[in-house]
């Protein structure tokens, strides 16, 4: 799960008997364990959060499920609760193994232009998936493009040249 800026992190609630974790990457590189009350801040530019479970054997295992509610303005705070699920058991479906809090600052006249759950749109205005995944530039997959010099005849809409190069 993707995040930016900087965030409060607090566990609200832990209804399962394995232990849990929270593992920062990107802007942020640290572990915090998942037990109630405990907290943490983490700030940066773009940082993940990935939510592992330990059976009792030693194993930290990717939680199966994470649920992340919107971004909402809470009086002075935007406001954020994420809920996981460790493992699937018959019976047992809920997002309550590991609940956390994540806050920050607004100040009063703050826009609420970042409230809401975060998402992409194409060029068409229209949702992309949460999990989209662009090809690097330097991927061989990448049609790479060459523009026309301005001296070089042609009209204003003529389009770009795609090649192999």
Excluded: C
Excluded at 100 to 106: C, E, Q, S
């Amino acid at each position: 799960m993707s995040m930016s800026g900087a965030w409060r992190i607090m566990v609200v609630s832990k209804e399962s008997l394995f232990a849990q974790r929270i593992v920062f990457s990107g802007d942020v590189q640290k572990m915090f364990v998942g037990e109630l009350g405990a907290s943490t801040s983490a700030s940066g530019r773009r940082w993940t959060l990935r939510f592992e479970h330990d059976r009792g054997d030693g194993v930290w295992r990717p939680n199966v499920s994470v649920e992340a509610g919107e971004i909402v303005r809470q009086g002075n705070q935007f406001q954020r609760l994420i809920a996981t699920k460790d493992v699937f058991w018959r019976g047992d479906r809920g997002h309550d193994d590991l609940k956390l809090l994540l806050t920050r600052p607004a100040s009063a006249g703050a826009p609420a232009e970042g409230v809401g759950a975060p998402y992409a749109v194409d060029v068409n205005l229209h949702e992309l998936p949460a999990s989209l995944v662009l090809p690097s530039v330097d991927s061989p997959d990448v049609q790479q493009e060459r523009q026309r010099a301005y001296g070089d005849p042609g009209s204003a809409g003529t389009p770009l040249i795609r090649g192999p190069w």
